[in-house]
Nanobody, 127 residues
Framework: QVQLVESGGGLVQAGESLRLSCATS????????MSWHRQAPGSQRELVAS???????NYADSVKGRFTISKDDTKNTMYLQMNSLKSEDTGVYYC?????????????????????WGQGIQVTVSS
């Protein structure tokens, strides 16, 4: 059974920092890409940052220079360090990774929609 559990969210003021963690079990952590996504009220879920199996990173333009994605393969845990937070960073943050259970098989492809999601954690930035 694949489990992804986010932690570290909360309420902060603009300019402050938070560090999110995503603890995984039963996943392909370390063998494939992992990613962070967020969903603001009334908006679609969007990619925030991703990290490859060998540590390569990719960021949404809106968070470049402020957020840092990282992982610890020995702990099967992924992190998102968020600095200089803005009110527009408010939303529910989700971690995502393979595989995804599809009822009769586990999906291991690149489509994040079919991979496993954490339950989400709220980040609220007050201005």
């Amino acid at each position: 059974q694949v489990q992804l559990v986010e932690s570290g969210g909360g309420l902060v003021q603009a300019g402050e920092s938070l560090r999110l963690s995503c603890a995984t079990s039963g996943s392909m952590f370390g063998a494939d890409d992992m990613s962070w996504h967020r969903q603001a009220p009334g908006s679609q879920r969007e990619l925030v940052a991703s990290i490859t199996s060998n540590g390569g990173t990719n960021y949404a333009d809106s968070v470049k220079g402020r957020f840092t994605i990282s992982k610890d393969d020995t702990k099967n845990t992924m992190y998102l360090q968020m600095n200089s937070l803005k009110s527009e960073d408010t939303g529910v943050y989700y971690c995502n990774g393979p595989p995804g259970y599809r009822g009769s098989y586990y999906y291991t492809g690149p489509n994040v929609s079919f991979r496993s999601w954490g339950q989400g954690i709220q980040v609220t930035v007050s201005s």
